[in-house]
C-alpha cells in the first residue's frame, strides 16, 4: 500500500480492538453461571428502565409521529416493552434450567395433524390480566414428541457449563423496529452462548447511545460492543478473522450479497453453489405477507373494527414491518367486501397521519403504482397516501416483492363456501406469495364453528407461515417474545425466502415450526354480548387507540417491576384508548 492509499483508507482499528476484546472474553461469557445471567437481565431491566423515556420519545421523533400523538405508543412497544418482557422471560426459563422444570407448568397437546403444540402465552397470572383472551401455542417440528420435548429444547444448557464452547457472533441490526437488535443480541448470548458485535443500520443508529446504557451490563462483561457504520463497516466485519458467525434482519438482496457476493459475482457464485461467505450465517428477511378475510356473517360493528385491525397491520411503524400486511385476500362473491374496503378507506383517512420515513419510500411506492393497472390512493391527510393495487392471477411482480411502504395489493378468490374459500386462500399464499414470515386470518368464530374445530386447524396446518395470527396480527408474535420468530423452517441459502433460523423463543425451544397467536373477535365489552369473557379492549397497538402513548408506558414500567396496585392505571387507560 502506498502512501495515499494509506492515507484514505479507512481505519478499523477501533473495530479490531473490540473485536479482540470480545474474542479474549468468550469462553468466559459461555461459562457464566445461570445466576450471574439472571443477575445480567436484572441489572439490564434496571438499566433500561432509566432511559426508556427518551429511547422511546427519541425514536418517535426520528420517525416524523406528530408531537402528541397517540402513535408514539409504538415506539413504547415495540422498543423498551419488548425488551423488557424478555428480559423477565430469559429469567424465567433460566431460572427453571435445572432439570427443563420451566417446561412444566406449560400446557402441551396435539394439534389436529399431530402435531405437538405447546402453549407459551398466557403463562403467568399478568398474561391472563393484560393479554386476556390472546393465546399462543408454539408447534413443534412433527417428530418432537411430548416425552422429546426437553431434549430438544435449550440444549446448549445440556452438559457441564465448564465444557461450554463460547464463540462472536456479528448481529447486522434492522433499521425499522427498535427492539429487534437487542432480542437478537439475546437470543446470541442467553441462547448460543456468544458473545456479540452488534452493527447498528445507519437509519435507526440514534439509538445506540440509549443501548449501550441499557445494555451496559452485557458490555461491562466484554459479551458485547455496539458499533455504527454503514455498508463499507458491515462487510469489513462480515469477513473478519474474529467473527465466527452472522445474524442479520434486512432484505435478502443484502444477505445474498454478503453470502455470494455482489453484482454478477454473486449472481454466478449462486448458480454454481460457491458462496463467498463460508460462517454460518442466519436471518430474517421479511415477505409478501398475506392476511386472509374468511367470508361470514359480520355485524356492522365486527366490520369497523376488523377494518381498525386491517389499518393496523398495514400501517403500524408507518408501514415499514416486514411483517406488514401486503397482500390482502378476499372474498370476491361476499356481499361484505365493499363495505369492509370503505371502512378501511376511512380508518385510514382519520389514522394521526405519518410520513413514510424510512429511506427510498418514495421510490418504492412510486414503482409499485407504476406495475398496478388500476391503482387507488386511500388519503390519509398530510401523510402520503397509502397505493392499493387489485392483483389478478398473473401479476408477479406483486406477489414476489416486498414493498416495505404503506402499498397494499388486494387479490379475490370466488366462492361463498367458507372452508373451500380458504384452503384456496391458503393454497394461493403457500404457492404465490414470497417468504413465509406471516400470515394472517380473520375469520368469525361462527365460521370456525361452521367448518369445525378440527378441521380449521388441518387447513392451517397446511399454512407455511413461521407465524400465524387467527384474529390477530403476527406482530403480536414479534411482541410476544416467548414466541419463536422467523420463516416457516426448510429455506437455504440458495433460496433464503423469508430467511433462516428464530430469534426471540425465550423457551429456548430448539426445533419450532411456527407459532399460532389468537385474539378474541370482538374487543372487551362489546364481546359480553356473544357470551364472551375477553378482557381485551381496543388492543394498543392499534393505529386507532388513542391511548396506546399511554398504556406503552404503562406496561414497560409494569414489566420492570410487576405490581398488582400498577394494574388499575393500565386497565383505565386501556378500555379508554
Not at 482499528?13 to 479474549?24: F, G, H, K, V, Y
Not at 445474498?256 to 457464485?269: F, R
Not at 423469508?498 to 389468537?518: E, I, K, L, W, Y
Amino acid at each position: 500500500m502506498n502512501q495515499i492509499e494509506a492515507d484514505i483508507a479507512p481505519d478499523h482499528s477501533a473495530l479490531d480492538r473490540d473485536l479482540d476484546t470480545l474474542a479474549a472474553a468468550k469462553e468466559s461469557w459461555a461459562r457464566t453461571s445461570n445466576a450471574d445471567r439472571i443477575a445480567v437481565l436484572d441489572d439490564i431491566k434496571n438499566c433500561l428502565s432509566v432511559v426508556a423515556e427518551g429511547w422511546a420519545e427519541t425514536a418517535a421523533r426520528h420517525k416524523l409521529i406528530p408531537p402528541g400523538s397517540p402513535l408514539a405508543g409504538e415506539e413504547w412497544l415495540s422498543g423498551p416493552y419488548a425488551v423488557m418482557s424478555a428480559c423477565n422471560e430469559l429469567i424465567q426459563t433460566l431460572a427453571g434450567m435445572e432439570g427443563k422444570s420451566f417446561l412444566g407448568p406449560l400446557k402441551k397437546r396435539r394439534t389436529a395433524n399431530g402435531q405437538l403444540a405447546v402453549r407459551v402465552l398466557p403463562h403467568s397470572t399478568w398474561d391472563h390480566l393484560l393479554l386476556s383472551g390472546v393465546t399462543a401455542d408454539v408447534w413443534m417440528e412433527p417428530d418432537v414428541t411430548e416425552d422429546t420435548l426437553a431434549a430438544n429444547t435449550a440444549s446448549a444448557y445440556d452438559g457441564p457449563v465448564e465444557s461450554r464452547k463460547g464463540g462472536v457472533a456479528l448481529v447486522l441490526g434492522a433499521g425499522n423496529i427498535a427492539s429487534i437488535a437487542p432480542l437478537d443480541v439475546f437470543q446470541k448470548a442467553f441462547s448460543e452462548h456468544k458473545v456479540v458485535i452488534l452493527k447498528m443500520n445507519p437509519v435507526n443508529d440514534y439509538l445506540t447511545p440509549y443501548l449501550q446504557a441499557a445494555l451496559k451490563p452485557l458490555i461491562d462483561r466484554d459479551a458485547l460492543r455496539i458499533v455504527k457504520g454503514g455498508a463499507e463497516v458491515g462487510g469489513y466485519l462480515c469477513t473478519h478473522a474474529q467473527v465466527d458467525e452472522i445474524h442479520i434482519t434486512g432484505a435478502a438482496a443484502s444477505h445474498d450479497a454478503i453470502v455470494w457476493g455482489p453484482g454478477k459475482e454473486g449472481v454466478k457464485n449462486k448458480a454454481a453453489g460457491t458462496p463467498k461467505l463460508t460462517k454460518p450465517i442466519t436471518s430474517e428477511l421479511g415477505a409478501v405477507c398475506p392476511t386472509i378475510v374468511v367470508p361470514g356473517n359480520w355485524s356492522s360493528a365486527d366490520l369497523s373494527f376488523q377494518a381498525e385491525h386491517l389499518a393496523t397491520q398495514k400501517l403500524h411503524n408507518s408501514g415499514f414491518n416486514c411483517v406488514a400486511c401486503q397482500m390482502l385476500i378476499l372474498p370476491g362473491d361476499w356481499s361484505l367486501k365493499d363495505t369492509l374496503m370503505a371502512n378501511l378507506r376511512d380508518v385510514m383517512k382519520k389514522v394521526d397521519p405519518r410520513q413514510a420515513y424510512y429511506p427510498g419510500a418514495a421510490d418504492r411506492m412510486e414503482n409499485f403504482a407504476s406495475h398496478a393497472l388500476d391503482a387507488e390512493r386511500f388519503d390519509r391527510g398530510t401523510a402520503p397516501a397509502c397505493i392499493v393495487a387489485p392483483v389478478g392471477d398473473g401479476e408477479n411482480w406483486f406477489t414476489r416483492t416486498e414493498v416495505f411502504a404503506p402499498a397494499l395489493s388486494t387479490h379475490e378468490i370466488s366462492g361463498t363456501d367458507p372452508e373451500a374459500y380458504l384452503i384456496d386462500a391458503v393454497r394461493y399464499a403457500n404457492e404465490t406469495l414470497h417468504g413465509t414470515l406471516g400470515a394472517n386470518i380473520l375469520i368469525h368464530p361462527g365460521t370456525i364453528r361452521q367448518i369445525g374445530q378440527n378441521r380449521f386447524e388441518e387447513i392451517i396446518a397446511e399454512l407455511r407461515y413461521g407465524a400465524i395470527a387467527i384474529n390477530a396480527w403476527t406482530g403480536l408474535a414479534f411482541l410476544s417474545t416467548a414466541c419463536p420468530w422467523g420463516a416457516f423452517p426448510g429455506h437455504t441459502l440458495k433460496d433464503v425466502g423469508s430467511g433462516v433460523g428464530f430469534a426471540h423463543n425465550t423457551f429456548m425451544f430448539d426445533r419450532p415450526q411456527r407459532v399460532v397467536v389468537q385474539a378474541p373477535w370482538r374487543p372487551f365489552p362489546r364481546n359480553l354480548m356473544s357470551g364472551k369473557t375477553s378482557l381485551l379492549p381496543r388492543p394498543p397497538w392499534f393505529v386507532t387507540n388513542r391511548r396506546q402513548h399511554i398504556v406503552g408506558k404503562l406496561l414497560t414500567r409494569f414489566q420492570h417491576n410487576p405490581a398488582w396496585l400498577k394494574l388499575p392505571r393500565i386497565f383505565v387507560n386501556a378500555l379508554m384508548g
